[in-house]
């Protein structure tokens, strides 16, 4: 059976003179075209799944997958709205987190000017992680992102777990993001830590209303935040280059090589993010064209963003650097002075939004994904097609993000908690994204080799968790124990 069907294209509204080859010469590039890119598959494409091909008539566009041999059947649906420039803003946005405010000064703190070293290794490590990801959003763009991933590979169970594990891990992560922004609004302002709540209430409620207008609103307001954000960093890179000294280096790793994988393990936090635009894949316009390369730029800037800002941390700074509870001020400062900390807090602000925007979008399609696949209650499938806004979805992650900064606030355990248990959260989904890739993906090609190094780095994580591997164990058996609940419900 072939793997792709000629697709007729529509007729000309301009008439064709009788004996005109122009009709004639249309279907026979069409059928040759098919009969090449069957050949092609049966050569290339992988026994588990083939390759997406599209026909776009200008209106509407026709994915035809083949799975396990057989073409599935096409499905038509609207293109998406987002641009190259949109989803490497996103990439950027979710990534560069609000990491960048403290991390160098504890690295440094650790590792001394080695942790330099660390910064780079962790740079290197994610170009197999984003690849991975953005190979396989390529090839699967669909709303359920690592989770459709995970259920192509080892079946439902598996991506209810893995889409879980994401899904719950955004109300958590998006208090703890949003009372790092706060805090500096407390600091510029003279505020305590009822200004850092409301503040992070404000921030959450931005984001959530952001998001309700759907992902072409949020994919502009990202492209704001994200230059605005990348000018910031460059301009207390720069205005502290004049200070920079290369006497600061020594000694190189006052605390010995082993401190390097110690800060190496707490940079993770600054590099993940890399699947959460997965879940927007079939927002891209051409997705198989556009994710990539978002992601190729998206890697780019973070690494080369991350790196200047880390050795600006240990060349201007110097011994002073681990000290330093707000290192970005601190380079601002030696740059341009006193206006240091209005700066500093505009940049952990717009940090923090871009972040959790990044997060939110991906998360609220992922749950109506979820609940059209029967893994979350139906209700929540409003909004999982192509250009739909997933209200539902979008509502339950700020309602329960607000509850999560609620409990915050009533027990006075404050954020550090709930970094922990979205950390857990996340490389679960690493490890089973990572698991699925290797198998869904064509051996042998760079996408493949890629996902094999991001495994064993996920399971290197996962052996290293710790205790706080409990939170993403207990939403797994919540998750196993749902799907088997409902299934029966839904098949009766």
């Given at each position: 059976?072939?793997?792709?069907?000629?697709?007729?294209?529509?007729?000309?509204?301009r008439k064709i003179k009788r004996g005109h080859p122009q009709k004639k010469t249309r279907s026979t590039i069409i059928a040759a075209a098919a009969s090449v890119a069957n050949r092609v598959c049966r050569m290339h494409a992988p026994t588990d799944a083939g390759p997406i091909y599209e026909y776009d008539n200008g209106d509407t566009r026709m994915n035809v997958t083949a799975e396990h041999g057989a073409p599935a059947a096409a499905q038509s649906h609207h293109a998406g709205s987002l641009t190259i420039v949109q989803g490497t803003a996103l990439y950027v946005g979710a990534v560069l987190g609000t990491g960048v405010i403290a991390l160098p000064a504890l690295a440094a703190e650790i590792a001394g000017p080695a942790s330099l070293v660390a910064w780079a290794a962790l740079v290197l490590l994610s170009v197999p992680l984003a690849a991975t990801f953005a190979a396989l959003g390529a090839r699967y763009p669909d709303a359920g992102g690592v989770s459709t991933y995970v259920r192509n590979a080892f079946g439902p169970r598996a991506a209810a777990v893995v889409g879980w594990c994401f899904y719950f891990a955004v109300p958590a992560g998006a208090p703890a993001a949003a009372m790092f922004g706060g805090a500096y609004v407390a600091s510029v302002t003279g505020g305590g830590h009822t200004t850092v709540v409301v503040a992070a209430a404000v921030l959450i409620a931005i984001v959530a209303a952001a998001n309700a207008f759907g992902v072409t609103v949020s994919g502009r307001m990202q492209l704001v935040l994200s230059a605005l954000l990348v000018a910031l960093l460059l301009a207390a890179v720069l205005a502290s280059a004049p200070h920079a000294r290369t006497a600061n280096l020594h000694?190189?790793?006052?605390?010995?090589?082993?401190?390097?994988?110690?800060?190496?393990?707490?940079?993770?936090?600054?590099?993940?993010?890399?699947?959460?635009?997965?879940?927007?894949?079939?927002?891209?316009?051409?997705?198989?064209?556009?994710?990539?390369?978002?992601?190729?730029?998206?890697?780019?800037?973070?690494?080369?963003?991350?790196?200047?800002?880390?050795?600006?941390?240990?060349?201007?700074?110097?011994?002073?650097?681990?000290?330093?509870?707000?290192?970005?001020?601190?380079?601002?400062?030696?740059?341009?002075?006193?206006?240091?900390?209005?700066?500093?807090?505009?940049?952990?602000?717009?940090?923090?939004?871009?972040?959790?925007?990044?997060y939110f979008a991906g998360a609220a399609k992922l749950g109506a994904a979820l609940g059209r696949d029967g893994a979350l209650p139906a209700w929540l499938a409003h909004g999982s097609q192509t250009g739909g806004v997933p209200r539902r979805s979008l509502a339950l992650i700020a309602v329960l993000a607000g509850c999560a900064l609620g409990a915050t606030v009533a027990t006075g355990m404050g954020p550090k908690p709930l970094v922990l248990a979205t950390s857990g959260n996340f490389v679960m989904v690493y490890l089973l994204g990572a698991a699925a890739a290797a198998k869904l993906l064509p051996r042998g090609a760079f996408a493949h080799r890629c996902s094999l190094v991001a495994f064993v780095t996920a399971a290197m994580l996962f052996a290293t968790s710790g205790w706080y591997l409990l939170w993403p164990l207990l939403v797994t058996a919540a998750a196993l124990a749902y799907t088997r609940i409902s299934r029966p419900a839904q098949s009766q």
């Open positions: 059976m072939p793997l792709i069907a000629a697709v007729r294209p529509a007729p000309s509204r000694p190189f790793a006052p605390h010995g090589w082993l401190a390097v994988g110690q800060a190496a393990a707490l940079l993770v936090w600054s590099f993940a993010g890399w699947e959460a635009i997965t879940h927007l894949a079939a927002e891209f316009r051409h997705p198989a064209r556009d994710l990539p390369r978002s992601t190729g730029i998206a890697v780019a800037v973070v690494g080369l963003l991350y790196l200047s800002v880390a050795a600006a941390s240990v060349l201007v700074l110097g011994p002073t650097a681990g000290a330093s509870g707000a290192p970005l001020a601190e380079l601002i400062a030696r740059g341009i002075g006193a206006r240091a900390q209005w700066l500093a807090t505009a940049a952990a602000l717009l940090l923090t939004l871009g972040t959790m925007n990044a």
